[in-house]
């Protein structure tokens, strides 16, 4: 017998908001390099092996107890006997397939929505790809997922070792249980509590020291969306980003928000729509212990400028950090069983206008979502196939037509850009202007002497 679990309250928001326009499912898209000695049946042995393969663990076994989204406590149940043809589909490109291909068939899948009488993900393995690679897009509901959960279940499925020709599926794998929570429970002090309800409060305020929901300005990319979407892709050598984030004694986070505001900044200006304010990014952040990998939604929400006012990228950059640090203090300086309400407070704005309807329609609380989650150091494989690049797809929004979504691999710091097919045109031009941005930024900074981090100069300034 399958017992029926509620979910948890930030869990079943993703549910709650889906709409035909607004489909609330992540997505990773992995591209392999296939083996030296790679059969021609390669890539049709692993579609039939996955196939067949029906020990399936949670999340990965987990639907929806009713398959709507108009319900107060949506709770999911097992499932033991999955539709595997259903949710492993095998697709061709026309050979050969160059990124811009695989980035337009990406992009209808993405704008599909999944089917709540199904489990919540889709896998589609994908061959005809140029220069001998093969590619996987899993799409994954995150009513189930965050970031680090979806990173871990992904990664977890592949093998650390290109001699091992029999790796079994993603979802073969459980994963791991939430460890024991060392936060403290039972009713919060007053203390504590006033201070989360201030920093809420002050989100809805104008501020000079903080960035908060009155600082950000009207912008084309903040109106209704369509249900269709495009998806561009970057990628950049790490070391690369963390030697301008040590020259400018910065974060690695304030140097791919400074690209983004550089990237934004330029595009928005071509189409005569720079707003004289900075937009602002909404920047998820993990509130989950280190060793928590376990499945579900973690995350808090911090808002920073992004600099697109400024024109040179060094001070942009310098004013990014400022921000970010002022934002990081108002979750962070909370006790830690106040982090997880605060995030829930300050996102119930966006949550009730998603669900009313009213997103697009008002004033944006933020422009854009800039996350950055982090991934493993090693080389993946799977069946001898090298992982070289994964490339994140994120969720849009009446009120938010474009995100920007970074995960590390390896060495390469990959970017997936999700948005609005009809409102943001040409979003090739924004990938671009990544590479552009990171020239400038490098340039600029070449003559500068390094700084200290953010931590660093905290620590200088009080002795």
Known sequence: ?????????????????????????????????LPEKAGRNFIAKLVEDWRNETRIQAPWNQKLVSPSRWQLAPSVKTSHDPDLE?????????????????????ARLHSQPMDFRKLLWECFIIEGLADNQFAIYMKIHHSIVDGVSASSLLM?????????????????????????????LGIPTPEAAFKTVRNVVRLFTRRDDLTTFRSTP????????????????????????????????????????????????????????????????AIPISLRAEEDKSAGNAIGMIFSIMGTNIADPVVRLEKISESTESAKEQVLGLSPEMRVPYSMASMGTHIIRMMTGQSG??????????????????????????LVNVYPANIVFPGMAVSFTFYSHAGTLNLGITACRDTVPHMQKLAVGMEDALCELEERLADIEPKNKPSEARKEAAK
Not at 269 to 279: F, G, N, R
């Open 361 to 386: 329609k008002r004033s944006p609380l933020f422009n854009t979502v800039v996350s950055n989650v982090p991934g493993g150091k090693s080389d993946k494989y799977l069946r001898g196939a090298r």
């Open 218 to 281: 009207n912008t084309p990319l903040n109106g209704l969306i369509g249900a269709q979407r495009r998806f561009a892709t970057q990628s950049f050598e790490l070391d690369r980003i963390k030697a301008v984030a040590k020259k400018g004694g910065v974060t690695i986070n304030d140097v791919v928000l400074c690209l983004v505001g550089g990237t934004l900044r330029k595009y928005l200006h071509s189409i005569t729509a720079l707003p004289s304010e900075s937009l602002t990014a």
């Open 86 to 106: 259903y949710h492993v589909r095998h697709l061709y490109l026309p050979k050969p397939g160059g990124q811009r291909e695989l980035g337009q068939l990406v």
């Open 156 to 184: 977890n499925g592949l093998s650390d070792k290109a001699s091992d020709k029999k790796t079994p599926p993603f979802w073969i794998h459980q994963a791991p249980p939430k460890p024991f929570s060392k936060v403290p």
């Open 1 to 33: 017998m399958s017992f029926a679990k509620k979910m948890l309250p930030m869990d079943a928001a993703f549910v709650q908001m889906e709409t035909p326009n607004t489909p609330m499912h992540v997505a990773g898209l992995m591209v392999f390099e």
